[in-house]
Structures are given as structure tokens and as C-alpha cells.
């Protein structure tokens, strides 16, 4: 599905915050309230958004129905998950997606998020966007939230970063894939499994132990996810935790081990995930990836 099927947004629009993972408090969103009604935006919270389940936001069925109302009123013109954690993966298998089939609308949100990004992609075809969500709003570079605005109202962005000494050269024009790594690993062999062949898989993660990366960086290539790809993105690496006894590598230093029999072209640091400058990035679209030397990367969308 072309991004330009998913309506753009427009001042006056009607958008949606639910939690479909952690609980969260309305002073944590405040300021996130306040920059998406600067832009023009009407803010409505789900029923069930300070529902409070443990460590949830509500119980299964509470965040079960804040996502199905909001997939289903026509009213509402993009979802924004207020929040990752855990959460996501009790609920997908309990969406009828078919409304959201036929009237697709942004849905934004990254980390657990990732359990619908893949979801829709495998199964429906239809873009998504990773990107900041509002609990970190506060944290996030300026310039990352205006490419948030940018996108959601409709103009494409293209990015152009620093290279990183692990780049491996080359260029790649295909559809964005994937998210979270430990969320991707959590879906190996299920349904939301994305079939990666000829795309662009873009991974990052968060407070993961070294052997943990290892282990689900494994776990992918066995599965195939690794060996077809048009080209992989690398995004943050944040806050990574080793054992007494050092694994010996970085997270970055794994992941260029573990695909370096492949010939695709691999960008390392890219601008996105668990980092304050975490810049959207639309998934389900086609994309063009362009790694000159290790000195300069280019992401173009089409």
C-alpha cells in the first residue's frame, strides 16, 4: 500500500491516544498534548488509556477495545501509542482488522509497538510509522518531532547521516521493514512474522545483555530473515548490559559479524529508537538506501 493511501492529516483532525502496553499517567502526556494541539490537532484519550492492571494500561480486554474503537471510528484520523513496555502481543490476535483494511490511518508508535508494525505489514500490506511516541515527547530532539509533524501531514522526509566504520557500501530500492529486535524475535513463528526477502529490515534496541543480541540476531538468521535482505538498517543500540565475564563484542560489532557472508548493504547508527533523536521512519514503504563510503549514508523515500 502506498503511503499516500493512508489519508494525510490536516489542522481540525481528530487523533487518538491509547496504550496498548504499560500504564501511564495524563501529567506524563501533558506535554505531548500540548505539542500535538500546536499542530492543529484535536487530542482525545481512549476509555481505558489510565486504566491501571499492574504494571498495564488496563486489562487485555480494556486495551483490546481502546485500539478496536479507535481502528473503527471513522472520527479519528491516526493512532498514536502513547507508550511501549509489554503489552501489544496479548491483544493483536483479538483486533478485527477488517474496518482498518478497508480505511487505513496512521498508526505511530515504536519499541512493543513493533508487534503492529510487522502485524500489518505481514498480513495487510499497509504502512506504518515508527516513530517517537508521546511519553517521550519531553526528551525528544526537535527535530525528530518536526519530521513527525512533517510526515503525518503528508510531506515526505528524507534523511542524510553520518557514515559509521562498520557500513558496508552499496544501495538497496525497497519496501521498510521491522522495529524493535527483541520484539521481532518474540514473533519468530507466528503469523506477525515478517517475511523480510527483498527488503529492508531496519532493527534497534534497548537495555538488552550482549548475549541477548547475539542470541536473537541467531535466532533471525536461522529463521531466514537475514539472508535475502535488500539491504539492513542499524538504529540505536542503547544502554547495552554485559555479564562478569565481558561477551567480548558490542551490540554493533555482533550484528556486523553475523551478517558479514552477506552482500547487501548494512548502515550503522541510524538516527532512530530508544535515543532523543529518534526520527520517524515509514515502514511498508518504498525506500531508497544509499551507502557511499563509510563517511556518509543516504535514506531516501520514494
Not at 511516541?133 to 518536526?146: C, H, V
Request: net charge neutral; proline share 3%.
Amino acid at each position: 500500500m502506498k503511503t499516500s493511501q493512508i489519508p494525510k492529516l490536516k489542522t481540525g483532525d481528530t487523533i487518538a491516544l491509547i496504550s496498548t502496553a504499560r500504564k501511564v499517567s495524563k501529567e506524563e502526556l501533558s506535554f505531548a498534548v500540548n505539542i500535538l494541539e500546536s499542530w492543529g490537532l484535536n487530542v482525545c484519550f481512549g476509555k481505558n488509556l489510565f486504566g491501571d492492571n499492574h504494571q498495564f494500561a488496563g486489562t487485555v480486554e480494556q486495551r483490546t477495545q481502546d485500539l478496536q474503537s479507535a481502528l473503527d471510528d471513522e472520527n479519528i484520523k491516526a493512532i498514536i501509542f502513547v507508550r511501549g513496555g509489554y503489552g501489544s502481543i496479548q491483544i493483536v490476535d483479538h483486533i478485527d482488522w477488517g474496518h482498518f483494511q478497508q480505511k487505513p490511518k496512521w498508526l505511530v508508535g515504536f519499541s512493543d509497538i513493533t508487534v503492529f508494525h510487522a502485524h500489518i505489514h505481514q498480513n495487510f500490506d499497509i504502512t506504518t510509522l515508527h516513530a517517537a511516541m508521546p511519553i517521550t515527547f519531553p526528551k525528544n530532539t526537535r527535530s525528530s518531532l518536526d519530521n513527525l509533524k512533517t510526515i503525518l501531514f503528508g510531506t515526505e522526509v528524507s534523511y542524510k547521516i553520518d557514515g559509521h566504520p562498520f557500513n558496508r557500501k552499496g544501495k538497496a530500492e525497497a519496501k521498510i521493514v521491522g522495529g524493535n529486535l527483541s520484539i521481532l524475535y518474540s514473533l519468530l513463528g507466528s503469523e506477525s512474522q515478517i517475511n523480510t526477502d527483498g527488503k529492508i529490515l531496519f532493527i534497534e534496541d534497548l537495555d538488552e545483555y550482549l548475549y541477548h543480541i547475539d542470541r536473537m540476531m541467531q535466532a533471525l538468521k536461522r529463521a531466514g530473515m537475514l539472508n535475502n535482505l535488500a539491504g539492513l538498517i542499524i538504529g540505536g543500540m542503547s544502554d547495552m548490559n554485559d555479564n562478569t565475564i565481558p561477551f567480548g563484542k558490542t551490540a554493533e560489532e555482533i550484528i556486523r559479524d553475523i551478517v558479514s557472508e552477506y552482500n547487501y548493504p548494512v548502515a550503522f547508527g541510524f538516527p532512530a529508537g530508544h535515543i532523543n533523536n529518534n526520527h520517524p521512519i515509514v515502514f511498508g514503504k518504498k525506500t531508497k538506501l544509499i551507502i557511499e563510503n563509510r563517511s556518509k549514508c543516504i535514506l531516501i523515500y520514494i
